[in-house]
């Protein structure tokens, strides 16, 4: 018998009993739609975590002074010192390179935020430009009031963004001023009024009782410097990153005060640790379901053989080897693995289709502020590699009764009862 | 503690012979490396006033008014009351030193001497005198002090200042001192006393609402208009913007 043979009596033999074979099937096909729904739940959990980070302030590239960003070190949510001076020169050779959209410079800030009735509570801040961040993207999940303006406020005419947390502890709504008292790069103080221009929310709890966020300009203002701590760089699209990557570090090699380049994935530790949980979660899932898949195709198969000894007996004493005997019954597991597989494909791009349609909602992630819309991704990966495994997981399912059958003996397979 | 122990510690009081109305000219090196001359107005120990002498922090003061202190900056419309973690180490330690009064408001717990310096751990008289303990370490052949730590009531270091050199031994005036505020991270900061003289300080100049006395205040030393660290830009305005 040709392969060919082989395969197409592999499905006449399937056809023959519908009912175990639709078991089978429905078996292998849950289980592809499984991993279907978990792979786009999975990686629309990845991409939508990504790019809320980068998004949300971390930009796809980080420049900052090398000395200044070794000396930060781990501690990744300390400020960085005000140590790029000749920021405008670098931002010019950054925003030439391809797939940049926009280079906005950041001054971090600490200190304290004092209210007009006394009130006072402790903020990190960042100096920012909000036309260069809406350019890269960036969100302003805006509570009240309104965003900061696109130019530079003149002296006097500060504003600032406050986190809806750190309001709250002040007491204060837009419109009303607070006194921001920060260190200057020298270590003296200096205090600037501003104006709440509006109430925002980062999106982290912890975060929003001391987050604030102002022009740059007025950021610099009350530092006392025209320095910046760093440049966030905007991207066309985050799979652009390494390419920005590998530019940056060569448009600004052989400086004499050299910067440090570095992507978003190393300035984002959450975002490794929640990838790494969910990796491990999706390959505990996607083992149970293997599992699972197995043993029901084992038992299934294995009863088919038992069912057919005698059959396997007939088609032994015509003359039909040993090999094509094993031969046919994995090419039957591997029918039920592809249209299993199949189907389950459909059922499983169905499933991402309807729960994307319910608009359904999952209740914040630990620690963020705001509940989150449930879109599952279709990962075209998942399902050629869930049907693939399919048809692996049933073909080694079937190796070892497919073995046993063919090493029947013809006569007690012909007398077999 | 002996006689000529007590007679020691009496002795090493710094500033002992400074008049109780004086202006104080001053520099700190700060955290980037840049200057920041100052000058401290007394007026005895209850009314101090700092004044950020460089062009880019002109218009910017600190009040100090018995144990409350007050920032004043061109950029803020009210004065802000600062909190005693907000102090600026360097003028913090000076003005903790101005006051200090070894003789008259500590008792010494104990003294102990190893290679010709004298350690003195002394303890406030009053409950509001600052700070509650001082450990004083003394130089026992020339009666210079050495070291302080000041401490806190629960005898918990909170800064330490170091001596390095003197403007009048006599008259236990220091040139350079070392302060490093122990509950902060910061590094040490070197603080240099460039002139002391002894002056009429009006009592306006400590007022928080009239900054007209402030405003007559004669402009900075030549030397003081040191150049700005690289990146330093002046604060907005150039004179001092106190509400009428």
């Known amino acids: ?417 | 503690m002996t006689p000529a122990l007590a007679r020691l510690l009496a002795a090493s009081d710094p500033f002992a012979a400074a008049p109780a109305e004086l202006r104080l000219e001053l520099s700190f090196v700060g955290a980037n490396g840049a200057e920041v001359p100052l000058e401290i107005w007394r007026r005895g120990d209850d009314l101090a006033l700092v004044r950020f002498l460089a062009e880019r922090d002109l218009g910017k003061y600190v009040v100090r008014r018995g144990k409350e202190a007050w920032l004043l900056a061109p950029g803020a419309k009210n004065p802000v009351r600062m909190s005693p973690a907000l102090a600026p180490a360097g003028g913090a330690a000076l003005d903790e030193l101005l006051s200090l009064r070894l003789a008259r408001d500590y008792r010494a717990v104990s003294a102990e001497e190893s290679r010709g310096v004298v350690t003195f751990e002394l303890e406030a008289l009053a409950p509001d005198v600052e700070p509650p303990r001082v450990r004083w370490a003394v130089d026992r052949t020339r009666g210079l002090p050495l070291r302080a730590e000041f401490r806190t009531a629960e005898d918990k270091p909170r800064r330490l200042v170091e001596f390095k050199s003197w403007q009048d031994e006599r008259k236990r005036v220091p040139a350079e001192i070392v302060a490093k505020d122990l509950l902060r991270t910061g590094s040490a900061l070197t603080v240099r006393i460039r002139a002391l003289e002894g002056r009429a300080v009006p009592q306006a100049l400590f007022d928080l609402q009239d900054a007209s006395a402030r405003e007559a205040l004669p402009p900075p030393p030549a030397p003081a208009a040191a150049a700005p660290a690289p990146g330093t830009v002046p604060s907005p305005g150039a004179k001092d913007q106190r509400p009428p």
Do not use: C
């Open chain 1, 1 to 417: 018998m040709s392969p060919l043979e082989i395969a197409r009596l592999a499905l006449r033999n399937l056809a023959r009993n519908r009912r175990r074979t639709a078991l089978s099937l429905a078996v292998v096909a849950a289980g592809t739609a499984a991993l279907v729904v978990t792979a786009g739940f999975v990686r629309f959990s990845f991409d939508g975590l990504r790019e809320a980070m980068i998004h949300g302030g971390l930009g796809h590239l980080e420049i900052a002074d090398a000395a200044a960003a070794a000396a930060r070190g781990a501690a990744l949510d300390r400020p960085a010192s005000p140590a790029l001076a000749d920021w405008r020169e670098v931002r010019r050779a950054l925003e030439a390179l391809p797939h940049v959209t926009a280079v906005g410079a950041n001054l971090h800030l600490m200190g304290l935020a004092q209210s007009a009735d006394g009130r006072s509570v402790s903020f990190v801040g960042v100096g920012a430009e909000p036309d260069r961040e809406r350019r890269m993207g960036f969100e302003v999940r805006l509570r009240e009031g309104s965003d900061l303006p696109a130019a530079a406020p003149a002296p006097g005419a500060d504003a600032a963004l406050l986190a809806r947390g750190l309001a709250e502890s002040l007491g204060v709504r837009a419109g009303e001023v607070v006194t921001l008292v920060a260190t200057t790069p020298e270590g003296t103080l200096n205090a600037l009024d501003v104006t709440v221009a509006g109430v925002v929310t980062t999106g982290v709890a912890e975060l929003d009782t001391r987050f604030l966020k102002l022009p740059l300009a007025s950021a610099q203002r009350l530092a006392q410097t025209d320095s910046v701590s760093n440049l966030l760089v905007g991207l066309d699209d985050t799979r652009a990153t390494g390419a920005a990557l590998a530019a940056a570090r060569a448009a600004l090699a052989g400086r004499a005060a050299p910067l440090a380049v570095t992507p978003w994935s190393e300035r984002a530790p959450f975002y490794g640790q929640v990838r790494d949980l969910y990796l491990g979660i999706f390959v505990f899932l996607g083992t149970i379901v293997v599992v699972l898949v197995v043993l029901a195709a084992s038992n299934t198969l294995v009863m088919s053989i038992l069912e057919r000894v005698r059959e396997i007996g007939t088609l032994r004493a015509i003359g039909t080897g040993r090999g094509q005997i094993a031969a046919l019954l994995v090419a039957e597991a591997a029918w039920l693995g592809a249209l299993g597989a199949l189907a389950g494909a459909a059922l499983g791009l169905g499933a991402v289709l309807g729960l994307n349609a319910a608009g359904l909602r999952m209740p914040p992630p630990p620690g963020a502020v705001d509940p989150i819309d449930l879109r599952l991704a279709l990962v075209p990966e998942a399902f050629a590699g869930g049907a693939l495994l399919m048809i692996l997981v049933l073909v080694l399912a079937a190796l070892l009764p497919a073995a046993r059958a063919a090493r029947l003996a013809i006569v007690d397979a012909l007398g077999h009862v």
